[in-house]
């Protein structure tokens, strides 16, 4: 029986990369030596074991056969017959197909050394097509791996794009979907991962809605009067700069869905929804996602006007936005609001939004209140009350605050002045 270290661990090694996983493959075993030897089965589809002291995952050799579709669609085949090189073949990308002796030696059958010296994701073999998470894993390499120069090699850029237009990808549960794309938004430039599912089609499969918009954003012949679309992947590349969080880059992007979109007369049109954030909110439960990204996403996407009404705010408005991200009792959710409005801004407008907001936040936060609560009230009359109080100190912090109004707005402003209306004789 003879063990070898394998995947991430010898690749990231390779490429120079930060990496805290190791996976093990183990060669000529069986379930029964592994036990023997003090290992731990935990693997339902084909037999993975935990070391007794390290807890690392070792994993008999093996290969597949696809018998269905989707993720779950193979069958599994291990014994001690299988050879290494039988359970590298199996491995999506080269530079994954890669293993360990004991002794340091590399075993390298598909030439994974070789496309890391030329930056290359490339596929293994034909098998690739055969797993349509694949997809997306090959796009989070890429994402992880593009500010070093690695680019996915054009056949397999072609294998992706037969893949997307088979409808394999229709297959993938939403959980696996999720996953992926969790842990591409984590990466170094997570942009990269949609900008390559975008291209090969499988973002349309996969998340219409998003590919809808950035469709929009990019359609040169599309009357944008209609539309104040973005391109949402923008707001991803400034997220990403802005903060680590997962949940802000996720919020970031997908907060600009709120339509859906028809193709007419090769013209994307749009078509409103019944409720403003209500194909997010269908988004989010599609893919289930987490109810803290998804409450953040909404809450970014009701306030993605905020850089053209800030100034004319009802008291009410700006409450209800404090509250939205609990700005009283805590203020994580409300600086991860204002980074994703400044990601998404990414304007002379974003200083404005957040040092009036922190204003507004302050002057609620801190409102003394203790006279309310000192009266022998019920629950809901004492809430009115302090509401009240609020809404009272948010009339007077609008009235004393002063919007500092940029050179550009000046001069538009200035414009505004000197020609208010048409005046009936074709001048402005």
């Known amino acids: 029986m003879k063990i070898y270290r394998v995947g991430g661990a010898v690749r990231d090694q390779l490429i120079n990369y930060p990496s805290n ?17 003090g290992f731990r089965p935990v693997g339902k589809d084909f037999p993975v074991f935990l070391h007794p002291i390290s807890k690392e995952e070792y994993a008999l050799a093996r290969t597949e056969k696809k018998t269905g579709y989707g993720y779950h669609g193979f069958t599994f085949f291990s014994s001690a017959e299988v050879t290494l090189k039988d359970d590298l073949r199996r491995r999506d990308l080269t530079i994954n197909a890669i293993a360990e002796s004991s002794d340091g030696y590399l075993i390298d059958p598909f030439h994974g050394q070789k496309d890391i010296r030329k930056k290359k994701l490339r596929h293994v ?6 797993d349509p998470v694949r997809v997306l894993r090959t796009a989070r390499f890429a994402a992880r791996y593009h500010h070093l120069g690695f680019r996915i090699a054009k056949p397999t850029i072609s294998m992706m794009q037969e893949m997307a ?42 998340i219409p809605e998003l590919d809808a918009t950035i ?8 009357n944008r009067k209609k539309s104040s679309m973005k391109n949402p992947l923008n707001s991803l590349i400034t997220a990403a700069q802005l903060s680590e969080s997962v949940m802000v880059r996720f919020a970031a992007t997908f907060s600009e869905i709120n339509h859906k979109t028809e193709e007419s007369n090769t013209q994307l049109e749009l078509v409103e929804e019944k409720e403003d954030g209500a194909l997010l909110a269908e988004l989010c439960d599609r893919l289930k996602v987490p109810s803290k990204f998804r409450r953040l996403a909404l809450n970014v996407n009701r306030c993605r006007k905020l850089p053209q009404t800030i100034h004319r705010l009802s008291s009410e408005e700006i409450l209800r936005i404090l509250l939205s991200v ?9 600086e991860n609001l204002l980074i994703c409005l400044a990601a998404k801004t990414q304007s002379s407008h974003t200083p404005k939004i957040s040092s009036f907001l922190r204003a507004a936040q302050k002057i609620v936060a801190n409102l003394d209140v203790s006279d309310i609560l000192r009266n022998v009230l019920k629950g809901d009359e004492i809430g009115d009350l302090i509401k009240i109080k609020r809404l009272q100190a948010l009339d007077e912090f609008k009235l ?9 707005e000046k001069v538009k402003n200035v414009r505004i002045e000197k020609y208010p209306s048409n005046t009936g004789n074709g001048r402005r």
């Open 125 to 130: 073999s034909s098998a690739f097509r055969e």
């Open 165 to 206: 237009s088979s409808g394999e990808l229709g297959f993938l549960v939403a959980e696996r979907v999720w996953r992926e794309t969790q842990k591409a938004l984590g990466e170094k430039t997570p942009h990269i991962y949609f900008k390559i599912l975008h291209q090969c089609g499988a973002l349309e499969a996969l």
């Open 215 to 222: 469709k929009i954003s990019q359609d040169s012949s599309y």
């Open 400 to 408: 004393t605050y002063h919007f500092s109004v940029t050179r550009e």
């Open 326 to 334: 609990n700005a009283i009792q805590s203020n994580v959710e409300f």
């Open 21 to 37: 996983e190791n996976d093990w493959v183990v060669v000529g075993g069986s379930p029964n030596k592994m036990i023997e030897l």
